[in-house]
């Protein structure tokens, strides 16, 4: 198990998008739309129209590439390249993740999908680097070809710089679901219920901070408090489990910086899934 990882920075939001085709009323601009609802849709489903360029304007560090809420099919692949300039991203990329599976180990669209046809987890298609890659220009590349809709959907985009804290989560970590369902039950026991979506929740302590790390956790903290949003990884080396354990969030309060023991300090975490839209 790889120690966890958390987005804090993502670049993508304030970067130039550009590339591929994607129609007037659906466009790039909404990738960059933290209401997941609103996604950008390709005019089809040929691999010319479903790229995405990012323009950070300056080299970042990014270590977490993605797409939060997508309707690619089993088959499709997703290729994450980084490079100096834009032209650099075809010929000479100082990155490239290569083609990997939007799909990881046996999820499939079919596994994360109701009787009623919705999606039990919003999908995401997820790319993790194995140590910061500091480019200007970002590349995506989606092929999925064979898309039933014939076009492609894409949410929110991601290019996190994220902290890998160098001892991981202690025992006693909590993942849990936050209904928003509203149930309500007649003198007669007649149960009835106002459907509303869940929200995965995470609980986690890091302790034994050295000192680097307990600088960087406040830091994090103070910069993204109740409002920014966060992505959450607890193990980056089991792809098969993202569909279920990776999520963008939020704080739910800024948990403190304590010393349960002498010299060494513990951070805690309190995480909320953003899910609306």
């Excluded at 202690?170 to 928003?180: A, F, I, M």
Aim: proline share 5%.
């Amino acid at each position: 198990m790889a120690n966890c990882l958390l987005g804090y920075r993502n670049w993508a939001a304030r970067g130039a998008l550009s590339g591929g085709s994607w129609r007037a009323s659906r466009p790039l601009a909404r990738l960059q739309d933290i209401v997941l609802a609103k996604v950008a849709r390709s005019t089809d489903a040929t691999t010319g129209s479903t790229i995405v360029l990012v323009d950070l304007g300056v080299a970042r560090p990014v270590r977490i590439m993605g797409v939060v809420g997508h309707n690619l099919g089993l088959a499709a692949t997703q290729r994450w390249r980084g490079a100096t300039s834009q032209a650099n991203l075809t010929a000479a990329p100082g990155y490239d993740s290569g083609a990997e599976a939007v799909w990881r180990g046996t999820d499939t669209p079919d596994l994360n999908t109701d009787e009623a046809g919705e999606p039990i987890h919003r999908p995401v298609a997820l790319s993790v680097a194995a140590a910061d890659q500091s480019w200007r220009w970002w590349r995506l590349d989606i092929a999925d070809t064979g898309n039933a809709a014939g076009y492609v959907e894409l949410g929110y985009l991601m290019l996190w710089a994220a902290w890998q804290p160098t001892r991981n989560f202690s025992y006693g970590k909590s993942l849990g679901l936050e209904t928003g369902t509203i149930r309500e039950e007649s003198i007669g026991l007649v149960e009835t219920h106002d459907r509303r979506a869940s929200r995965r929740t995470e609980k986690f302590a890091i302790e034994n901070l050295l000192p680097a790390d307990a600088k960087i956790a406040l830091r994090i903290e103070r910069e993204r408090d109740l409002d920014r949003p966060m992505f959450w990884l607890p193990n980056p080396a089991a792809p098969e489990e993202w569909l279920d354990r990776a999520f963008l969030a939020r704080m739910t309060v800024l948990g403190p910086l304590d010393n349960p023991t002498l010299r060494r300090e513990r951070s805690v975490w309190d995480l909320r899934e953003v899910a609306g839209g």
